[in-house]
């Protein structure tokens, strides 16, 4: 599942390919907004908001529009050049298709995708919590609204984008590991709640610019993560069993030994 820090990374690809661009035409392959037509419209910014995309344009009248879309499981952004073949993923999976005279922007498999006033962004991502890559990135407010839900596990509420935004299930997996806390531990019980959303927000920063995440600093395959992913594998630090198993909806990885339950 893509995490804030590749969303980030994938505004950022889209800010290169068209920031500034005029754009030349465009398809939409979603019954919302198949006769949408942005031919002649400026692109003004690529911006991630957690793990929301949101594509800042004007039209020819100067009036500005977001184009928003959430990536979820699957969904992706590529540029290519014209003339380029678009290889990412079949062509069935294509929602969105925007050309200008450098680049082609093609988004496959979006979700959310929704164009408003930008002056209505608020509609789509003002739910969300505090960025960990953003300029709003607020440490005291994420613990704020991380506690007002003490008996929540801290796996599900760090997943939970209204309390912070651009977590995802890796993250979850390693900050609570590194920190020594069971994914089952209710927040309430959690010794140190600012340090946990410190190390996340650290995290994420790290690879930030970087498609390879690591939280151990190493980038070669199979020494990546900690914990996530390397089920019957031994904890790098006790040498005990990683176990993997269902938290809410999601998968979680942890070492039994090195995040003992806390009630």
């Known amino acids: 599942m893509p995490e804030g820090d590749t969303v980030w990374n994938t505004a ?14 465009s398809d939409f392959r979603v019954p919302q ?43 992706a952004w590529r540029a290519y050049a014209p003339g380029e073949r678009w290889t990412a993923r079949p062509a069935h999976l294509i929602r969105v298709v925007l050309r200008s005279p450098d680049a082609v922007a093609v988004g496959y498999h979006l979700h959310e995708l929704a164009l408003v006033p930008t002056a209505d962004e608020g509609t789509l991502v003002g739910h969300l919590g505090p960025d960990l890559l953003g300029p709003d990135w607020d440490p005291q407010e994420a613990v704020r609204r991380l506690a007002e839900h003490p008996e929540q596990s801290i796996g599900e509420a760090l997943l939970d984008q209204r309390n912070l935004a651009g977590v995802g299930n890796l993250y979850k997996c390693e900050v609570l590991f590194l920190r020594g806390v069971s994914p089952w ?76 339950e806390r009630e």
Do not use: F
Request: hydrophobic share 35%.
């Open 185 to 260: 531990t209710p927040v309430r019980a959690v010794p140190d709640l600012a340090g946990t959303v410190t190390l996340a927000q650290r995290l994420l920063a790290a690879n930030r610019g970087r498609w390879t995440q690591s939280t151990t600093g190493v980038l070669r395959r199979g020494g990546t993560s900690y914990v996530y992913g390397r089920r019957a594998q031994p904890c790098r630090r006790c040498g005990a069993a990683i176990r993997k198993d269902e938290l809410g909806e999601r998968v979680t990885y942890w070492c039994p030994a090195c995040q003992p």
């Open 33 to 75: 907004l198949a006769t949408t037509d942005l031919t002649g419209w400026t692109v003004r910014e690529s911006a991630s908001r957690g793990k929301h995309l949101l594509l800042r344009l004007a039209d020819p009248d100067a009036t500005d529009w977001t184009l928003h879309s959430h990536l979820r499981m699957d969904g």
């Open 12 to 25: 950022r690809v889209l800010e290169r390919a068209l920031a500034g661009a005029r754009l030349t035409g």
